[in-house]
C-alpha cells in the first residue's frame, strides 16, 4: 500500500472474483496493477491523463464494458479484466496495430523490450484479418538527441502526453499524415474500437508542435523512454546494441539534488575491448522522469591505468599538512562523512560553498519552526492542487521540481503562484491559472509576504507581520498589477485543498537569509501551506547534515574536484584521480529527504578517498562500511549498504534506500524584520544560473550534453550585447561568449556555475545576483 494511502480512503473491489483493497478515486488500472492483477495497456502512463489510444485496457466493471484507465473504483464494484467478447476486441486492435508494423525485430533498438511484441504473444495474435496500402514514412532527427522512425510509430500518444503533463514543454503533436482512408464498409466487419484505431493510425503521425520538423524543448529524453515501440530512440543509441545484451546497473543520478532513481546500462565496449561500457540510461518511467542530463549525461567515468603510488604518497603527505579541504557537493554522504572525520581528527576547516549556504538557511528554519527538516517532499508537492514558487529558476535549477509545478496545473486541475527576477516564457504556458510575477531582484522577502497575506490566518500572526501586509502594495511592489491580480486569484482559489510552496537556492544565497527563513517559519505556523526545499547541488542536504562546514579558511588547501594547492580530481586533471559517480558505490541524499543507494556502473582501478582516509586518520576497509556510521543525529539511519532497497513497488511507492528522520524543537515566538524595498538590486544584473542539461563539471564532460559555458541572455537583450563581453564584478571579471537563451525575458543576464575551474562562486561572494558591468569585446 502507498505510503499516502489510510484506511478512511480506501474502498473494496472484486476483481476476477478476489477481493482487493483500492485508493477511493484511483483508476482501475491503477487499483489492478497496485494489487498485482494485471491488464494490458500501451497508451497510459500512471502520472498523466488517459488518452484512450490503445484501447486494449478494456474491462467489464458491474457489468459495462468500460476502459480501465480512465474508469475509476468505487465501493463494491465487481470487475472482469477479460470476457470473450473483450478478448477479441482486444486481439481486433493488436492486428490493426500489426498490420503494416515493419518486420524488422532482429535489428529495432526496442527488440526484447518492445511492448508490441509483447502484446502480440500475450494476446495470442497468430494470423491476421486485415491489409491495406502503407504511406512512405520517412525518418528523421528531431534534434540533437532524438531519432524519430514514423514508419515504426504505433500512434499510442505516450510521448506527447508526458511531454505535456509531466515535462510540461508540449513539443510534440499528433498530426496528420495524408494517408488513405479506410474502406467505411469495414466498419460492420470489425470491433467499433478497432476501426477507429486503424483510422487514427492510417492519417496520423508525431511530429513537431512548432511545425519547423525540431523540437522546441529540453532535450530531457522523456518520449524516448516511454515509447513502446522502436519510433523514438536516441540518436547516440541507434544501432549500437541489443536490449537483452545489456547489464542495468541501479543507481541515483549524479547531477542535481532531484536524485532520481536510474539504470545505467552497460556491456563491454567490442570484441577486442571487454572494458564495461554505458550504452545508455534508463528509468522507471511509471513513477520518476529524468532530465536531459540525468537521461544523457553519463559517460563521465574517471579512465586510468591503475594505481598511480607516487601520487598517492603526495596526497598522504598533502593531507597531514592540509589546512582546508574545499569541495563541492558531487560526493556522496560517505565521503562527507569521511571529510567530517578528518575535520574531526586533524582539526581542518570544510568549505563547500554551495551547501553551507544551505546549511544556514535549515539551521535559520530550524530555529524559527521547530523542525529540523522542511515539511514536505517533492511527491507530496505533486499532490497537492495550489502550487507556488520562490527563490528558485524552475526550468533551470531542479528539473523536478519544474515537473511537480506543471503536472499539478495538468493533474489537479491546480493552480500556480512564479516569483521570480527573470522572466521565463514556458512557467506560464503550465496552465490557465498560472500567474507569474517578474520581480526586483533582492524582493523575495515581498514574494513571501504577499504569501503570507494570501493564505494566513491573521489571528495567529504577531505584530510585526500584520503591519507588513499590505496586498496591493505587495502585488505593485512584486510587478503585478493588483487589480487583475485579485480578481484572478479568486477564480484560482476555487474548490482548492492542499497548499504546497518551493524555495530555492536565491533565498540561501539572500543577504536576508534568517529572515526569509522565519517568513517560512510563519507561514507554515499560519496556513495550510507546506513548505519544500530545493538542495543547490547533487547532495547538498546530505553535506549539510553531515560536515560542520566553515564559512571561511586559509592555509594549505587540498581541493576535492575543486582548485587547491593539491587536487584531487574525478575529472582526471588533479594530483591524484578519484573515481566519478558512475565508479561508486554509496548513498546520496536527495531533495525528497531520502537517503538512496548508488552502485558503480563501470571499473575504476584507482585510489579512492577511502585509501587516504586509511593512511592519514582512522578508516574501514571499504567505503560502503561508511554508510552505517552515518550521523542518526541528524537523521540517518544505522544501515547497512547492502541491505538498502533500490525499486518501487507496483503501486508506485518508493522503495530506494529510506527516509531522513524528522525531530521537532520548542520554539519561541520569532520577530521578523521589516522589508526594505529600497534592497532590491537596479542596473545592470547577472544572476549565477546554470542552462538546462548542465549541473557540474560532469554533466559538461558527457558528450551528449551541448549547452556552453558563456553569458544566457533573452533574445531582446542578447542583441544588445554583440557576440563575446566582458562581465566585471567587484571580485574580478570574466569574459564569455553571449548564448541566446529564447524562454529567457527581461535584461538579467544568467553566467553559469558548472565549471569549477572558473571560481564562479568566487565572483558572486556571497548572493547569486550581483551587479556588474558589461562591455563587449
Known amino acids: 500500500m502507498s505510503e499516502v494511502q489510510t484506511v478512511e480512503n480506501m474502498v473494496s473491489i472484486t476483481i476476477d472474483g478476489v477481493e482487493y483493497k483500492a485508493k477511493e478515486g484511483e483508476y482501475i488500472l491503477n487499483a489492478a496493477r497496485a494489487n498485482d492483477v494485471f491488464i494490458p495497456a500501451i497508451c497510459y502512463l500512471t502520472r498523466c491523463s488517459p488518452t484512450l489510444a490503445c484501447r486494449i485496457c478494456l474491462v467489464e466493471a458491474d457489468g459495462k464494458q468500460v476502459y480501465s484507465c480512465n474508469a475509476k473504483v468505487k465501493e463494491g464494484m465487481e470487475i472482469t479484466v477479460s470476457t470473450p467478447d473483450i478478448l ?13 508494423h515493419p518486420l524488422q525485430c532482429g535489428v529495432c533498438d526496442q527488440s526484447g523490450e518492445c511492448e ?12 491476421q484479418s486485415y491489409s491495406i496500402q502503407d504511406t512512405k514514412r520517412e525518418a528523421s532527427d528531431w534534434s540533437s538527441v532524438l531519432h524519430y522512425d514514423p514508419g515504426l510509430c504505433i500512434v499510442c500518444e505516450r510521448c506527447t502526453t508526458v511531454c505535456k503533463d509531466m515535462i510540461g514543454d508540449a513539443a510534440i503533436k499528433t498530426t496528420s499524415r495524408g494517408g488513405e482512408a479506410l474502406d467505411k ?5 470489425m470491433p467499433k474500437d478497432a476501426y477507429a484505431m486503424w483510422n487514427k493510425l492510417q492519417k496520423s503521425v508525431i511530429a513537431p508542435s512548432n511545425g519547423t520538423g525540431s523540437t522546441d524543448c529540453s532535450d530531457c529524453g522523456e518520449c524516448v523512454a516511454v515509447c513502446p515501440v522502436g519510433a523514438l530512440v536516441s540518436k547516440d543509441f541507434v544501432y549500437t546494441s541489443n536490449a537483452w545484451d545489456l547489464k542495468k546497473i541501479p543507481a541515483t543520478c549524479a547531477h542535481c539534488s532531484s536524485g532520481c532513481q536510474i539504470y545505467y546500462e552497460t556491456k563491454p565496449a567490442s570484441i577486442e575491448d571487454r572494458t564495461e561500457k554505458i550504452f545508455r540510461v534508463t528509468n522507471e518511467w511509471n513513477y520518476v522522469s529524468l532530465c536531459g542530463a540525468g537521461r544523457f549525461a553519463y559517460d563521465f567515468e574517471n579512465n586510468i591505468e591503475g594505481k598511480d603510488e607516487v601520487a598517492f604518497a603526495s596526497a598522504v603527505e598533502a593531507f597531514k599538512q592540509a589546512k582546508v579541504i574545499h569541495f563541492n557537493s558531487v560526493i556522496t554522504n560517505e565521503e562527507a562523512l569521511m571529510l567530517q572525520t578528518l575535520k574531526e581528527k586533524l582539526g581542518v576547516k570544510l568549505i563547500n560553498r554551495e551547501a553551507r549556504a544551505f546549511q544556514r538557511f535549515l539551521n535559520f528554519y530550524t530555529q524559527a519552526s521547530g523542525n529540523s527538516l522542511y515539511t514536505l517532499d517533492f511527491k507530496e508537492v505533486m499532490q497537492s492542487d495550489f502550487v507556488m514558487s520562490v527563490g528558485t529558476s524552475l526550468r533551470n535549477d531542479n528539473p523536478n521540481a519544474r ?17 521570480h527576477p527573470v522572466g521565463d516564457t514556458l512557467v506560464p504556458t503550465f496552465g490557465k491559472t498560472v500567474e507569474s510575477f517578474v520581480h526586483q531582484a533582492g524582493h523575495e522577502e515581498a514574494a513571501l509576504l504577499l504569501i503570507i497575506d494570501l493564505f494566513a490566518d491573521k489571528d495567529k500572526l504577531s505584530d510585526s507581520v500584520k503591519e507588513q501586509l499590505d ?3 505587495l502585488i505593485t511592489t512584486l510587478g503585478g498589477d493588483a487589480d487583475k491580480f485579485n480578481a484572478a486569484f479568486d477564480k484560482m482559489m476555487k474548490k482548492k485543498e492542499k497548499f504546497s510552496l518551493m524555495v530555492g537556492e536565491d533565498l540561501y544565497f539572500h543577504e536576508k537569509a534568517e529572515n526569509l527563513a522565519k517568513l517560512i517559519a510563519v507561514l507554515e505556523a499560519s496556513s495550510e501551506v507546506s513548505v519544500a526545499m530545493i538542495p543547490p547541488k547533487t547532495n547538498s542536504l546530505g553535506v549539510a547534515l553531515i560536515c560542520d562546514l566553515d564559512d571561511e579558511a586559509d592555509g594549505f588547501t587540498i581541493g576535492y574536484n575543486e582548485s587547491g594547492d593539491f587536487k584531487l580530481s574525478a575529472l582526471g586533471d588533479g594530483d591524484l584521480d578519484m573515481p566519478a559517480m558512475n565508479q561508486q558505490e554509496g548513498t546520496l541524499t536527495n531533495m525528497h529527504k531520502r537517503v538512496t543507494p548508488t552502485n558503480a556502473a563501470v571499473d575504476y582501478h584507482g585510489y579512492e578517498l577511502n585509501d587516504i582516509m586509511r593512511e592519514v586518520a582512522v578508516a574501514p576497509k571499504e567505503t560502503i562500511d561508511w554508510t552505517e556510521h552515518l550521523p542518526t543525529a541528524k537523521g540517518f539511519k544505522a544501515v547497512e549498504f547492502d541491505s538498502l532497497p533500490n525499486g518501487y513497488l507496483n503501486d508506485g511507492t518508493e522503495n530506494r534506500g529510506y527516509v531522513l528522520e ?16 529600497s534592497r532590491g538590486l537596479e542596473g545592470e544584473i547577472a544572476y549565477r544560473c546554470n542552462p538546462q542539461r548542465q549541473f557540474n563539471d560532469f554533466s559538461d564532460k558527457a558528450h551528449q550534453i551541448f549547452e556552453g559555458f558563456g553569458l544566457y541572455a533573452s ?14 564584478f567587484d571580485m574580478g571579471s570574466i569574459t564569455l561568449d553571449v548564448i541566446v537563451d529564447d524562454r529567457m525575458e527581461g535584461n538579467i543576464v544568467a553566467v553559469p556555475d558548472f565549471k569549477s575551474a572558473e571560481n564562479i562562486y568566487e565572483l558572486f561572494a556571497e548572493s547569486r545576483y550581483q551587479t556588474v558591468t558589461i562591455r563587449e569585446v
Open 88 to 100: 477479441a476486441e482486444r486481439r481486433a486492435m493488436m492486428e490493426v496495430y500489426d498490420v503494416n
Open 116 to 127: 508490441l511484441q509483447n502484446y502480440t504473444l500475450e494476446l495470442q495474435v497468430d494470423s
Open 185 to 189: 464498409s469495414w466498419k460492420d466487419n
Open 403 to 419: 515537473y511537480a509545478f506543471n503536472n499539478v496545473q495538468k493533474m489537479n486541475k491546480g493552480a500556480g503562484l512564479y516569483f
Open 471 to 473: 496586498r496591493d502594495a
Open 662 to 677: 524528522t525531530t521537532s524543537i520548542e520554539v519561541e515566538e520569532v520577530s521578523i524584520e521589516k522589508f526594505d524595498k
Open 715 to 728: 533574445p531582446a537583450k542578447a542583441e544588445t550585447l554583440g557576440s563575446k563581453v566582458e562581465v566585471t
